[in-house]
């Protein structure tokens, strides 16, 4: 039997701990992957999972993202990740879930932070704020930094499209270019509403079928299928749902030119990087460009600045990319090769 120590996505990580509360039915893992910059800050998300394990690789690979998003953002937080486990698709999490993952935090004495992620609500983060000190993205004054984080997300995904779009298709007018996004939550709907405005042309899918449809006609946008929105005829696929989903197999079916979303690890191995490189896509490495929500979340938790500031530093998220993408010009490496590599070294691991 591999150790945890050997486990594929456990990447010496200073801490992985597991949590179960019996009175609730909790079971939860909080991973810790750096603390270098500052306390290990990342959201927690309720999800179901086919088995254990995968909840543990995606809390290892969320929390290591979540190490790289806050350094790339140049915010003075570490990297962490929560993850609550639903016993069936569609649960709803209890009260009674939320305030024993909040004590969960609260025992870790802020080492992690936690906030808002899938499956999670500022009225679901207010009930774990009852238990713990170390929470954000909580309802805050009008101006002032924090609250909800899905559309500072989405607006520094829409920057970083349109910064994508100048680097592959020679202009950040993206007036006529077609979109394909896959995920119309909060930061996908809201990246939708914010490209229709600038006349971009887009085909929407999702797992809610009539959400997706309401969009689309509101927007007047196309609907295709979930599994077909990879392949579909675009100049630009934005994944906004879940991550691995750039693989050996769905690449080459790819026929845009581009991939920028704000998923977390949209790709499903290290190989997908260069697998998406070989190919000529321009790749928006995703914890650099949908570092908008952690940015306004962040600066919440340290109290620095206010949405004024919030914006300014989300404004940078387009020099970030191109810093990668002209690192990779130069090198030759894959964009997410070269993006790891400048997280790294920012947090001492390079």
Do not use: C
């Not at 962490?80 to 009260?95: D, F, M, Q, Y």
């Not at 101006?143 to 592959?168: E, I, N, Q, S």
């Not at 790819?254 to 704000?262: D, E, M, Q």
């Amino acid at each position: 039997m591999t150790s945890l120590w050997d486990y594929p996505d456990f990447d010496a990580h200073e801490g992985l701990h597991l949590f179960a509360d019996p009175a609730s039915g909790l079971k939860a893992v909080i991973a810790v992957h750096s603390t270098a910059l500052g306390p290990a800050a990342g959201g927690v998300r309720f999800w179901h999972y086919a088995d254990d394990s995968r909840a543990l690789t995606d809390a290892l690979r969320l929390s290591r993202g979540m190490s790289y998003k806050n350094a790339m953002a140049g915010l003075a937080l570490g990297g962490g990740k929560g993850v609550v486990l639903a016993s069936r698709p569609g649960e709803t999490i209890s009260e009674a879930q939320l305030r024993a993952f909040g004590r969960s935090v609260e025992s870790l004495g802020g080492r992690y932070v936690t906030a808002e992620d899938v499956g999670m609500s500022e009225a679901r983060m207010k009930l774990i704020a009852e238990e713990t000190r170390y929470v954000s993205g909580l309802p805050v004054a009008q101006g002032a930094a924090g609250g909800d984080p899905g559309p500072y997300t989405a607006h520094g995904v829409y920057l970083g499209v349109r910064a994508a779009a100048k680097r592959g298709l020679g202009s950040d007018d993206v007036r006529g270019v077609r979109v394909a996004i896959q995920g119309l939550g909060s930061v996908g709907g809201g990246l939708a509403k914010l490209l229709t405005r600038d006349g971009a042309v887009l085909t929407l899918a999702d797992v809610d079928q009539a959400r997706a449809e309401r969009l689309a006609a509101e927007l007047g946008a196309a609907v295709i299928a979930p599994e077909a929105i990879l392949s579909a005829e675009v100049d630009i696929v934005s994944p906004n749902a879940l991550g691995a989903i750039l693989t050996e197999q769905s690449i080459p079916t790819l026929k845009a030119r581009i991939v920028a979303g704000g998923a977390n690890n949209q790709l499903a191995t290290a190989a997908d990087g260069r697998r998406l490189h070989e190919a000529g896509v321009v790749y928006a490495p995703d914890y650099v460009i949908n570092a908008g929500g952690i940015i306004n979340v962040g600066l919440e938790y340290l109290g620095h600045g206010d949405e004024a500031e919030v914006m300014a530093r989300i404004a940078q998220i387009p020099g970030r990319l191109d810093q990668v993408w002209d690192e990779a010009e130069v090198t030759g490496d894959p964009t997410a090769e070269v993006a790891d590599r400048i997280a790294r070294r920012l947090i001492g691991r390079e």
